[in-house]
């Protein structure tokens, strides 16, 4: 029996924990936050109090007594009455009006807390604080304490931005309704206010619309190649309940309803909704489709109007997101009806017949009290009537719409796109977004409300989600509140590290804060040797490697400094922790020829996001891989490609080779054709091979393709490589008549 008690005490001793040691680390951080001696505790002596006739300090106030309640501390909650000791006091006298409807000052001190607001919203995120100044444990689905020590403090704290959101897209893989409202808990407690909810796509309409029912009973589910059925939709009984959740917890929910374009899932419930009449099906696989809403069918006014008074009932919020991306014009340039609104309207071209579709919804929402947000594209026709910008495409549409007097929410592929890789966006990258784009007066600044993460779902099911948004909706949660002159990575990074015990007691399943495995290389050209680099991304890390192209495992060689290859290698490397492999295995092939390391001129200038790392891509010595995303590759968007590569001395050529990638639901076509010509001169070429690829552009598979031309008792100095693309995207294509994109890396010369 005593053993028991030394036990027990031992466990209570673990709950009631001293802070005296214990750091005090928020996320986002506060705009100030000064330390003091010694500390405050609650018990169940502890009174809780808000000011006679302040509805909004009472509603924080209890909703704090039942999270006290839940882990064990029964604090009571009345009116103040003048008390001054053991008291968690809510009040608004004294607020300095610079805090605004969202700033709050949270004081502790051995006598007490004093929460100070102007608004429900503000003691709302100062109890978010406050749950970060608890002992670690108290978040916990099953935590019991029976006193709760909370470290001395003074914190004055308001937002940056005040659009601070997420973009959760529920349409290419459906998140259940518990699940949409555990995100709604996580955001809320990182101080988030913005729910955007993407609910409509190719893929899936996933909300019921009772004057359309064929929206949820056709276009909610989709047919996989293997033959499942796939799907799922909310009702709006579902609807109102989240939208409840979430103003619980002070977050707004816009909805999205994609149009014209990404409404394949309508089209195949009501395909009079189209320019041609269908049938369509709703769409297995991820991209852009040619077929949207008919915008010379009066009809589609009608439909849309009568889904977005539903859309209206349901979500209280004053903004609603209307898509107005990747719309392709192609089935507008040749529908009669279409061509027909063109002229009446007197409109140059499909842009600004876009630009007709969304201002014409934009004044309808003005009736009824609602504005429309739409991605950037909506600007290429002229800004839309009433519409707020969310620029995606980078930062200039962001800038385009400030500089026009023009709402703007910044939320760029660059930073923000949490589907992308973490060796793409890593968690120091989303800290060193900028939401402000640079050349703006401090005037315009004013019209960059703040910014979103997003989470599109087609690789993302709902169990991959959590280690895609974390830690990183740490990152941008501090960017999007925090002003940006506090900011500081490496201690950031350390308030991260404390706060992983936080999310193991939220349930997060987190992912890495870097790419677990990243290859740096240094060509040795005098040596004929190349240097490699592998970056295990975090500290606590072992990386396993392999040469032969085998799967490493802990027998594999152990990576403890650069190593050096002297010919072409596969090399497969992953990181682990203890036994496990955190993240996935990692390839990379590096190419060691008469071309590596050698200088390239090109005829074209790379888009600006796919450069390959820099303009000498085709020849650094590493070779694109199955990603084409992954910062190898070099893009071009509609046109050819032509490279030169100058050896530095006439040589014996043997073979020439140029890898290509295909994927064409992204747009991404093999050339059709790739010559090579050779000069001794860098002037005067002879072509020495023409070769075609035996691939199909209908091939849905991601291909790396290699396109080799061998060759006998050839000289020469200078090798070009000319890849002449197949043209726009062709009329089988979801997005016929687009144009299409060309995909290159490493010109190797043997």
């Not at 999270?67 to 029964?74: A, E």
């Not at 607001?117 to 995120?125: E, I, L, M, V």
């Not at 029912?213 to 276009?219: F, R, T």
Request: charge should be neutral; include cysteine; glycine fraction near 8%.
């Amino acid at each position: 029996m005593k053993k028991l008690i030394i036990l027990t005490l031992g466990v209570f001793a673990l709950y009631f924990c001293s802070c005296k040691d214990r750091e005090i680390s928020i996320i986002p951080k506060p705009v100030s936050l000064v330390k003091g001696n010694g500390s405050f505790t609650i018990s169940e002596a502890t009174i809780i109090t808000f000011d006679k006739g302040d509805t909004s300090a009472l509603k924080v106030a209890l909703s704090l007594e039942g999270m006290l309640s839940k882990v064990g501390v029964k604090a009571s909650c009345h009116e103040y009455l003048g008390e001054s000791n053991n008291t968690i006091r809510f009040t608004s006298k004294g607020v300095a009006d610079t805090l605004g409807k969202e700033g709050y000052e949270l004081t502790v001190n051995k006598d007490g807390i004093i929460i100070k607001a102007k608004s429900a919203n503000g003691y709302f995120y100062a109890i978010q604080t406050l749950r970060q100044l608890m002992p670690t444990g108290f978040d916990k689905a099953d935590a019991q304490f029976s006193k709760l020590r909370v470290p001395a403090v003074s914190i004055i704290d308001k937002p940056r931005f005040k659009w601070r959101g997420m973009n959760f897209d529920c349409c290419r893989h459906f998140m259940n309704k518990e699940f949409v409202k555990r995100y709604i808990d996580l955001l809320a407690y990182h101080k988030m206010n913005i729910f955007h909810w993407h609910l409509t796509e190719d893929q899936g309409w996933r909300i019921e619309i009772k004057k359309y029912p064929k929206l949820s009973s056709v276009g909610a589910w989709r047919t996989e190649a293997n033959g499942t059925v796939y799907g799922g939709f909310y009702t709006q009984e579902d609807i109102k309940e989240v939208v409840a959740y979430a103003a619980e917890r002070y977050i707004n929910i816009v909805p999205e309803i994609e149009m014209p374009g990404h409404s394949v899932a309508a089209l195949a419930s009501y395909p009079q909704l189209s320019c041609t009449g269908g049938p369509f099906k709703v769409e297995t696989n991820w991209g852009v489709f040619k077929d949207i809403y008919c915008v010379g069918n009066d009809s589609i006014f009608v439909f849309m109007q009568n889904v977005l008074d539903e859309i209206i009932s349901l979500f209280p919020f004053q903004y609603i997101h209307i898509g107005g991306d990747e719309a392709p014009k192609y089935r507008w340039e040749h529908c009669p009806k279409c061509q027909k609104r063109l002229k009446v309207e007197k409109l140059k071209n499909e842009e600004e017949l876009q630009r007709y579709f969304i201002s014409r919804i934009a004044r309808y929402l003005e009736t009824k009290n609602r504005r429309i947000i739409g991605w950037d594209e909506i600007l290429e026709g002229g800004i839309p009537d009433l519409a707020t910008v969310q620029s995606w495409r980078g930062f200039d549409g962001a800038k385009n719409a400030a500089l026009a007097g023009v709402d703007a929410i910044v939320s760029p592929t660059s930073h923000c796109y949490f589907d992308y890789p973490i060796e793409n966006i890593d968690l120091q990258k989303v800290y060193t977004f900028e939401p402000v784009p640079s050349g703006l007066t401090s005037e315009q600044q004013k019209y960059i409300i703040g910014g979103e993460c997003n989470m599109w779902s087609e690789y993302a099911p709902q169990e991959l989600v959590d280690a895609k948004m974390f830690p990183r909706t740490l990152a941008i949660a501090e960017v999007l509140w925090s002003p940006a002159a506090n900011r500081d990575y490496n201690e950031f990074y350390t308030r991260v590290q404390n706060h992983y015990q936080r999310l193991d007691d939220l349930g997060v399943m987190y992912g890495p804060e870097q790419g677990s495995v990243k290859f740096l290389s240094k060509s040795i050209l005098d040596l004929g040797l190349m240097e490699i680099e592998i970056l295990k991304g975090q500290s606590n890390l072992d990386v396993y490697y392999t040469v032969d192209g085998t799967e490493p495992t802990k027998s594999s060689k152990h990576y403890t400094k650069k190593f050096r290859i002297n010919e072409t290698t596969l090399i497969r490397a992953a990181a682990f922790k203890g036994d496990k492999i955190v993240g996935t295995v990692y390839s990379q092939k590096f190419v060691l020829c008469k071309s590596t390391g050698k200088p390239v001129t090109l005829s074209y200038q790379p888009a600006d996001k796919y450069k390959g790392g820099s303009l000498s891509a085709l020849t650094d010595g590493r070779k694109g891989t199955n990603r084409y995303n992954d910062g190898i590759w070099q893009a071009v968007q509609g046109q050819n490609m032509e490279a030169v590569v100058d050896l530095g001395s006439e040589q014996d050529i043997h073979s020439i080779s140029t890898g290509f990638f295909q994927s064409n639901p992204s747009w991404i076509f093999l050339p059709a054709n790739v010559q090579y010509l050779v000069s001794s001169d860098g002037q005067n070429f002879s072509s020495v091979a023409l070769v075609v690829s035996n691939v199909q552009p209908q091939a849905e598979d991601i291909i790396v393709y290699d396109f080799t031309a061998e060759l006998n008792n050839v000289k020469g100095r200078y090798v070009k490589m000319i890849a002449t693309s197949i043209g726009p995207c062709p009329d089988w294509h979801p997005a016929s008549g687009s144009p299409s994109w060309l995909f290159a890396d490493e010109i190797e010369v043997k």
